[in-house]
């Protein structure tokens, strides 16, 4: 993580969220890996795997953030990146719900393809707030055989702020 989603930091993944946000996922993932480089290296990933959106929201949105950050963060370690899993189903957005409704929220909405089978994950993602969609997908890959899933953001959203 590189720090609270509030600031300046937000503004540069909201940015993300755009087709022209390209370039600033790019840096928002250099700053992760070289911030941590250490201890990704030290999880021994094999394949760099961002958190899915679902199909129609990423044509309306033009763009998927997590897929840019994991390509850049796959690059920045050195690691293949796939989209692995993949979203069953559209769910609301989880910015628009309580965080108490969260992990229901996401709960089966993901799906391992074969390639996390064996493998070690690092799962990517944009901001994190309560840890659903993460401990969901991570449930997926884990059903798909995955030996090992980690995750990394770039920003932790306080639980009462709207992410």
Same mark, same amino acid.
């Given at each position: 993580?590189?720090?609270?989603?509030?600031?300046?930091?937000?503004?540069?993944?909201l940015?993300?969220?755009?087709p022209? =946000?390209?370039?600033?996922?790019?840096?928002l993932?250099?700053l992760?890996?070289?911030?941590?480089?250490?201890?990704?290296?030290?999880?021994?990933?094999?394949?760099?795997?961002?958190?899915?959106?679902?199909?129609?929201?990423?044509?309306l949105? =033009?763009?998927s953030a997590?897929?840019?950050?994991?390509?850049?963060v796959?690059?920045g370690?050195?690691?293949?990146?796939?989209?692995?899993?993949?979203?069953r189903?559209a769910?609301?957005?989880?910015?628009?719900?309580?965080?108490e409704?969260?992990?229901?929220?996401v709960?089966?909405a993901f799906?391992?393809g074969?390639?996390?089978?064996g493998?070690r994950?690092?799962?990517?993602?944009?901001?994190?707030?309560?840890?659903?969609?993460?401990l969901?997908?991570?449930?997926?890959a884990t059903? =798909? =055989?995955?030996?090992?899933?980690?995750?990394?953001?770039?920003?932790?959203?306080?639980?009462?702020?709207?992410?």
């Amino acid at each position: 993580m590189l720090g609270a989603y509030d600031a300046s930091l937000r503004e540069q993944v909201l940015r993300t969220k755009r087709p022209a =946000g390209r370039l600033v996922a790019a840096g928002l993932a250099r700053l992760l890996v070289d911030r941590h480089r250490d201890v990704l290296h030290g999880w021994a990933v094999d394949l760099v795997v961002p958190i899915p959106m679902h199909w129609l929201r990423r044509c309306l949105r =033009g763009t998927s953030a997590a897929d840019e950050l994991a390509r850049w963060v796959g690059a920045g370690l050195g690691l293949p990146w796939a989209a692995a899993l993949r979203r069953r189903r559209a769910t609301r957005m989880q910015n628009e719900l309580p965080w108490e409704e969260r992990r229901a929220n996401v709960h089966g909405a993901f799906r391992a393809g074969r390639r996390v089978a064996g493998r070690r994950l690092l799962l990517v993602d944009d901001v994190t707030t309560t840890g659903s969609t993460l401990l969901a997908s991570a449930a997926a890959a884990t059903a =798909g =055989g995955a030996a090992a899933v980690y995750a990394a953001v770039v920003a932790r959203a306080d639980r009462d702020e709207d992410s």
